[in-house]
């Protein structure tokens, strides 16, 4: 397990300092392969945060729910 921790430590170091992937896509295919799943990570990102607040709300309801029970 240590070995792969480093390895990956490793690669993260070089990663950040921009040295280990060439960014660059090398076809018209994978441009247009990164473009559609960077619109997908967008997506969904939108619905995770859509999710998230109808979760938030309904904490919310269930509280005052109780709340409102405890106190009448």
């Known amino acids: 397990m240590t070995g792969l921790s480093e390895g990956l430590r490793a690669l993260a170091k070089k990663t950040r300092a ?8 090398k076809s018209a295919y994978e441009l247009v392969t990164r473009r559609g799943l960077d619109d997908l990570a967008k997506r969904v990102d939108s619905v995770d945060a859509k999710v998230n607040g109808l979760l938030v709300g309904m904490a919310v309801l269930v509280v005052a729910e109780v ?6």
């Open 18 to 25: 921009g040295s280990a992937l060439d960014e660059r896509p």
């Open 67 to 72: 709340v409102k029970e405890l106190w009448l």
